[in-house]
């Protein structure tokens, strides 16, 4: 287990950090930020997960979801051209002006929608490649101690097979 | 109305899908609907002008000519040229009605094809989705539009041929007509381009009646790209191959698409660019010389099969090399023949192929070896199939003998013109028509006419080994599977009888191929002439040579099999891959270091080429600013931890100088004010340097010996190579020169707000103007995370390699092509002798 700061900083820290990447793909059209700088940042949060948590828990959260939303961030920016494509040329930007009761004036456009798209790719690259490489490490290791089998450690759940069963109670049921 | 038809075409396919069809008994009733509606609307609204065209015959001519039926169009993307626009005439209509009829007429036979698959429903989608893109093709009227249906059909007609995914065969035919026909596609698209940009329209209207195409100076480029698009969609030789292989699709997809539709669009295309393109000897002696070939090869190939489909397969060949030929010349008989040619072709050719389907559904083969006497067990369907394929011998007095006639009598007007082309094809012909007549008569007797075993065994009752090898019916095919056929050959045993009111039709189609009024008309009866002399000569040839069949399928079979274009293909096609095997050990085989060297290498060398062409005066920065304390501060750190990172022994302590690199480098930005690049560069360290640690703690100490003197030489050397690159490019970018030449950051800083309704630049470039480029740069990260993907979860084995399968032996394919496994097939001496 993870020393007890990580696991503090984790509790704390991830959602800020979740947080702050939404803050900055919103804000990037206007301030510095946008779905690349914000993507690593959420990858940032996942990273922190990894350490604190280990990539066997975190992959099982978030793992189903990842290649998918590769493909579905790939699909957002190309309907944000295609919107455009519908307007006169591909990728031409079509914005939006909405006056809103609460939030006050707000302008969505095509582009804020594309770096959506960018945002999803670059953040389930990452931590698809942040997953990919401590499992690899993991694995490794644990080929090095020669404990363990070299299969995959996600396949089987952390909680090992009981191994010490008492061999009567086997055969009763 | 002709956009909503297509439309319509394409929601009944998916409406088809929906609804599960296998498990609606009235599923193929309600399939056949919208393309027998889209017949009728045809009909109806060609009829008035047909009627006009035909009171106007005399005098005026401009609705024979080039009158459309119907115009429409549509804004697509005017920048590039595109539009939907499309155009109803002559040809259109034929095509559009062998489409929609024919169709018309499969999609009600599919139901019952495919009783009871699962995937009927797909099937449907994939057929409906596929006429869609025909009708597309047949009534557009720009070129570009044209392609877009093309590529169309090419890729609905992978998927109906693949549609047995399962089977090896399939897959391997359909990959193999798709490799060539989107090959040919990619050659249409180039010659088309080149037809649209020399003759300055791409609406094909217009290029039809601009003169003197043919004396343009790329008119030679143009003729041969649109004849490779033509000739790989329509099977002519050397790429006829491609049709026989895709007969591992469902029988009612061979008879859509493999006779009655698909591979007539390079003959449509041909048709269509005729008045434009065909003034010119390389027209006559390029289609003349591929569609005799063609026409000769499938004739003479066909008699050898044993599978049904295969035997029509080849015989579909043949008969686009016939019209191929013809479409060669420009007589008014030639262009009047193609047009009779399609339709008795669409009309004998497609029930026969549904006809083999039934055969197969109802015995479970197709194999001519086993099959007989079909004619007690199948009596309508072996009705239909007598009159399909006395048709397609051309026997008087059915729709097929006026095709030949047509054919023979416009081959033999140019030879008596004194033109040897015209001699060379009437006697190709001549030779072609006797095979047909072979075929044809093979078909018939061993299929359905010869005494069934049922007979033998009645009267013997001894001959158990022929007994298990033939096939019996087992499954009486349905009313309305049978109905599918009869209802086409039935309008082509009409048509001849019809060919006053059809009249007008045919000339109208032939009037739009020729570019002028035609006024040839087509007949049963011409009289005695030496044209009818060689036809009734071809056909007592042509039973001469049924009579010897099993000398000339022997003969046949002992052809080298390296001559087959499907083993040539496969043998490239491995080829290619070697060479992909190769390439890859050579560039990535070796170490991460060495990889990484070619990588750099090759960025470097072409700069470094480039960069001789810049005099070193030109490199001069444009503003001469000394570094002050804080740069100064920052380069030694960089240049410092750099060195540490190289020279440290340990991984951590080299994770750790890297990462000071990145943070040094992050600070220039910061002094620069390029908070964006700052924030990316500052995230990507942190992420790869915690991410290294992680890996690094975990992995064994390097224990391998240090590393050889030379490999140190040459990384060394790539990594100043690569250094001095980006030196180079950088103080080339912020060279005087090219700051006073025209920049386009001037553009993106006053555009910005304004027109990307964004302050922050770096962000508006990467995601408005730049956003073509964004796009190409998150696909690239995909398909990283692919490759990661592969790498970090393939347990570690070898892969195996690429290579495809290999093309069976002519014998073992004609064995697996058939949907059912078979026992044991008689050796062929014995039932061929015994007839």
Known sequence: ?173 | MLAASISLIIISGVILYWIRPHKRPWAGWLAALPPLAVTVWQVSAALPFLRGAAGTEAGSTSALQNGAIIVEQYRWIESLGLELSFRLDGLSLLFGLVISGVGAAVALYTHYYLEDDERQGYFYLSLFAFMASMLGLVWADNLLTLFVFWEGTSVTSYLLIGYSHQSAIARGGARNAFIVTAGGGLALIAGMILLGQQSGTYTISEIVTRPGLTELELYPAILVLVLLGAFTKSAQFPFHWWLPGAMAAPTPASAYLHSATMVKAGIYLLARLHPALSDHPMWLWALLTFGGITMLLGAVTAVRHWDMKALLAYATVSQLGVLTTLLAFRSEAAVLAVVVGILAHALYKGPLFLVAGIVDHATGTRDLRRLAGLRQSLPVTTAVALLAALSMAGIPPLFGFVAKESLLESLFESARHGSLAGWIAFGAAAVAGAFFVTYSLTLMWEAFLRPGANAETDTSGQDNAAQVAQATVHHAPAAPFVAAPLALVALGTIAPFALKPLDTFLTSSAASISGAPVHKHAALWHGFTPVLLTSLLAIAAGVWLFLNRSFLRRTLAQLPENLRGVVIFQKTLDGIYGLGQITARFSQGYTLASQAAIVLLAAFVPVAVALRQVAPNDLLPATSVLPGAPETILILMTVVSAYVTVRVRTSLGAIISLGVVGVSVTLFYVFFSAPDLALTQLLIEVLTVVLLVLVFTKLPPDTRPPMQRLKQARNVLVALAAGAFGFFLVLFNTSAKLQSAQSISGYFLHNAVPAGHGSNVVNVILVDFRAFDTMGEITVLALAALGGYALLNAPRVNLPTARSLRPQSESAESQQVESTDVAEAPKTGSTVEAD
């Open chain 1, 1 to 173: 287990m993870p020393e007890l700061y990580l696991r503090l900083l984790n509790r704390i820290l991830t959602p800020v950090l979740l947080l702050l990447a939404f803050y900055l793909l919103f804000r990037g059209h206007n301030l510095p930020g946008g779905g690349f700088i914000a993507g690593l940042m959420a990858a940032a949060a996942f990273q922190l997960q990894i350490l604190s948590r280990g990539h066997v828990r975190v992959r099982r959260t978030i793992g189903p979801y990842l290649n998918s939303s590769i493909g579905l961030g790939l699909a957002v920016a190309i309907c944000a051209g295609i919107v455009g494509l519908m307007e006169g040329t591909f990728f031409k930007g079509v914005w939006l002006s909405l006056d809103l009761p609460l939030l006050g004036y707000l302008k969505l456009g095509t582009p804020v929608i594309f770096d959506l798209g960018v945002f999803l790719v670059v953040v389930s690259v990452a931590t698809s490649y942040l997953l990919g490489l401590s499992r690899a490490s993991d694995t490794s290791a644990r080929l090095r101690e020669g404990s363990a089998s070299p299969v995959r450690s996600d396949i089987h759940t952390t909680d090992r097979p009981e191994l010490n069963v008492d061999p009567t109670r086997r055969a009763d049921s």
